[in-house]
């Protein structure tokens, strides 16, 4: 997609980092231009929000998370 002759680019980030309290919440801030948004989604959300291949990723994640073990991925596949 192009706007006014420039790519439009998106960025999707995850990043588990535990529970935020409502102070915490209402207190984040984006620090500068080059984010329009966030928002909080859980699993189900992020399959609709995410590309597919950053879905594998975070699925992963949210797995090695769960079973509080590490996951190594390679191009967002499970690496033996």
């Keep these: 997609m192009s706007v006014d002759g420039f790519r439009s680019i998106t960025t999707q980030l995850a990043w588990p ?13 984006l620090a500068d231009s080059e984010l329009e948004a966030w928002e909080f989604c859980d ?16 699925a992963a994640a949210l797995d090695a998370l769960e079973a509080g073990q590490v996951r190594y991925l390679h191009d967002g596949d499970p690496a033996d």
């Excluded at 699993?43 to 975070?58: D, I, N, S």
């Design 17 to 29: 980092r535990g529970t935020l309290t409502t102070a915490q919440v209402a207190g984040l801030r």
């Design 43 to 58: 699993r189900q959300e992020a399959g609709v929000r995410f590309k597919p291949r950053m879905l594998m990723r975070v």
